[in-house]
Every structure is written in structure tokens, then in C-alpha cells.
């Protein structure tokens, strides 16, 4: 099929080869982008094909690279993330230095409690801790989404109650945790952060320097 001499066929060619890729890539990661959705939603009420697409149509895949900030500190955000590949990080400036406060992973939802002008700009900053997937939704566009589908209203009143549940749950536990009970913590509930996250950023998030967290890292494994 490629066997020519002419090199503007053989550019032609690679050209309709790579956008061939692009094409089945880009199929291939919606097709993985709904799923995805369909397993999260499913889970609290048993949803139609078109309350299953609208959800779908109301947000958009995009990749972000390493570093870059999908929430800014100062700032009022409507915008909602979900996971769908790589880690994100929250983290906030103390006196010129970044504290760490949480992680998201794969199937994590990233609201900002502040995203309104009656609560005010959001305290923290959401970056790419490595190269991420995710999806982006906006919350002024769920009046709209309701209306068409009045059930899904439900559904995203008990996607906010399983969050501010479990950032409450998380919360608590973190404030009455050691450094040390909050890295074994990690470690069993998030084992894969330790293959892409630098240890001052674990160590930032269980509030210890990184010098600490290397005689944890020692001690634990001495008592192995």
C-alpha cells in the first residue's frame, strides 16, 4: 500500500496513516471516558441510555500536562474535574512554600467547595502532578441538563453528598493521624502515587519534611 517513490505520496500517505491513529485514539478514549461515567453514575440510580449520554455531552475529555494549574488560588472556579488518568494535587502557600492537602487519582471527583461568588476565590491551587485525563464539567450549565432530564438532578445532589461526605471523612482522619499512621495510610489506599510523586510532595501532604519522612520510611522498614 505504501510501496511508491514519490516522496509527497509517501508524506500523503504517513499523513493519512496518523490521523487515522489520532482518529481511533480519540474514539477509543471516549468510548473509555464513558464507561467510566456509566460505572460512576449507575452506581446511584439505574439510568437511561439518553440520561447516560446527556451526562456525557455536558463535559469534555482533555489532557493536561505535568505542572500545569487547573484551579488557581484567588480565583472563583465553576469548572468540576474527574480523574479518568494520572494524579492531580491540591496545595496551598504558606508562607511562600506549598503545603499539600490532597491527591486525586482515577475515578476521584475534583470540586472546589468555594466555586460560587458567595463563598468566595478558592484558598488552593489544583495542578497536573504528572500528565493527566480528565474530564471537565461546569456547573452552570447544569440548570439546562436538569430541566431535560429532571432525575439527573438527584443524581448529582447525591454525587455532592458521597463528596463532601468522604472530604469530611478524610478531613477527621487526617486531623487525628500521626505523620507516620498517615503515610501507611497512603501507602494502603494509594499505593500508586509512590511510583510518580516526589517524596517532598508525599512528605508536604502527611506534614513533615522530607529528611522526616525518610527516618519513617527506615524505622518502618527496620520493623519489618
Not at 509517501?10 to 471516549?30: A, D, G, R
Not at 443524581?155 to 482522619?173: A, D
Request: net charge negative.
Amino acid at each position: 500500500m505504501f510501496a511508491t517513490s514519490n516522496p509527497c505520496t509517501k508524506l500523503q500517505h504517513l499523513w493519512l496513516l496518523n490521523s487515522y491513529i489520532e482518529i481511533n485514539l480519540f474514539y477509543n478514549l471516549s468510548n473509555y471516558m464513558h464507561t467510566i461515567f456509566r460505572e460512576y453514575f449507575l452506581k446511584f440510580m439505574p439510568l437511561i441510555e439518553d440520561e447516560l449520554d446527556a451526562i456525557a455531552t455536558t463535559v469534555t475529555e482533555q489532557k493536561f500536562e505535568k505542572g500545569t494549574i487547573l484551579v488557581k488560588e484567588g480565583t472563583v472556579s465553576v469548572d468540576v474535574f474527574f480523574v479518568l488518568e494520572g494524579v492531580l494535587r491540591a496545595y496551598v502557600l504558606q508562607d511562600g512554600i506549598e503545603k499539600t492537602t490532597n491527591f486525586y487519582t482515577e475515578g476521584d471527583w475534583v470540586i472546589s467547595i468555594y466555586g460560587s461568588d458567595e463563598v468566595g476565590p478558592a484558598p488552593h491551587n489544583v495542578e497536573a502532578a504528572t500528565d493527566v485525563l480528565v474530564t471537565v464539567g461546569n456547573r452552570l450549565k447544569e440548570d439546562e441538563l436538569f430541566k431535560q432530564f429532571p432525575r439527573l438532578e438527584t443524581v448529582s445532589r447525591r454525587v455532592m453528598q458521597e463528596f463532601l461526605t468522604e472530604y469530611h471523612l478524610s478531613s477527621v482522619s487526617y486531623m487525628n493521624s500521626t505523620p507516620e499512621e498517615r503515610y501507611l495510610k497512603l501507602i494502603s489506599n494509594r499505593p500508586e502515587l509512590f511510583q510518580s510523586i516526589p517524596q517532598y510532595q508525599i512528605a508536604s501532604y502527611i506534614g513533615v519534611r522530607p529528611e522526616s519522612l525518610s527516618r519513617i520510611r527506615r524505622r518502618l522498614a527496620r520493623g519489618k
